[in-house]
T-cell receptor
Framework: AQSVSQHNHHVILSEAASLELGCNYS??????LFWYVQYPGQHLQLLLK??????LVKGIKGFEAEFIKSKFSFNLRKPSVQWSDTAEYFC????????????FGGGTRLMVKP | DVKVTQSSRYLVKRTGEKVFLECVQD?????MFWYRQDPGLGLRLIYF???????EKGDIPEGYSVSREKKERFSLILESASTNQTSMYLC?????????????FGSGTRLTVV
């Protein structure tokens, strides 16, 4: 079974700092990759997704992620964070042998100080 | 425009009670899922359903059951609630092949068992 690792459980940044959240998965075959965000008190929302094509994916609110197949990674980046980016971020993987299943990482809680 | 609706935002139940968590989606999705979300553990799949009256165990099904009598509704049942089932419960739905679309989540039900 596939697994997803998010290395940083808590990240604290000042506004305008650059962000990179790590995500690694364990499956060696074809995958679809997702980042979800959960703002305080809100439901999980899709931030961006990758399923084929350009490995650099751009999502909403200035976020992007890069799929590096050789490293089994799908790291999330943003050049300049804002206070409103304070949220919990989840990486998720759908492997081709998993049918309808998404496997989630443990989440990274980001706090941006104003 | 809420598309996945969970019937309760907050619930407090006593140990040993039978608890029903309801989820309704209006997107005609085939797949529906129940997750629990705990700090540091991310989202863990309890059960999912890929069709009416069909169900599959996820990673942590013990102490739970589910019911899907209609396509739009997926219920999670705690047969005899225990304090270790205190958690945030998330319902999600997706098309039959979620790879390109991901999941749509409800707002969650925060259950406290006392």
């Amino acid at each position: 079974a596939q697994s997803v690792s998010q290395h940083n459980h808590h990240v604290i940044l000042s506004e305008a700092a650059s962000l990179e959240l790590g995500c690694n998965y364990s499956y060696g075959g074809t995958v679809n990759l997702f980042w979800y965000v959960q703002y305080p008190g809100q439901h999980l929302q899709l931030l961006l997704k990758y399923f084929s094509g350009d490995p650099l994916v751009k999502g909403i609110k200035g976020f992007e992620a890069e799929f590096i197949k050789s490293k089994f990674s799908f790291n999330l980046r943003k050049p300049s964070v804002q206070w409103s980016d304070t949220a919990e971020y989840f990486c998720a993987v759908n492997a081709e042998n998993a049918g309808n299943m998404l496997t989630f990482g443990g989440g990274t809680r980001l706090m941006v100080k104003p | 425009d809420v598309k996945v609706t969970q019937s309760s935002r907050y619930l407090v139940k006593r140990t040993g009670e039978k608890v029903f968590l309801e989820c309704v989606q209006d997107m005609d999705h085939e797949n529906m899922f129940w997750y629990r979300q705990d700090p540091g553990l991310g989202l863990r799949l309890i059960y999912f359903s890929y069709d009416v009256k069909m169900k599959e165990k996820g990673d942590i099904p013990e102490g739970y059951s589910v019911s899907r009598e209609k396509k739009e509704r997926f219920s999670l049942i705690l047969e005899s609630a225990s304090t270790n089932q205190t958690s945030m419960y998330l319902c999600a739905s997706s098309r039959r092949a979620p790879g390109s679309y991901g999941y749509t989540f409800g707002s969650g039900t925060r259950l406290t068992v006392v």
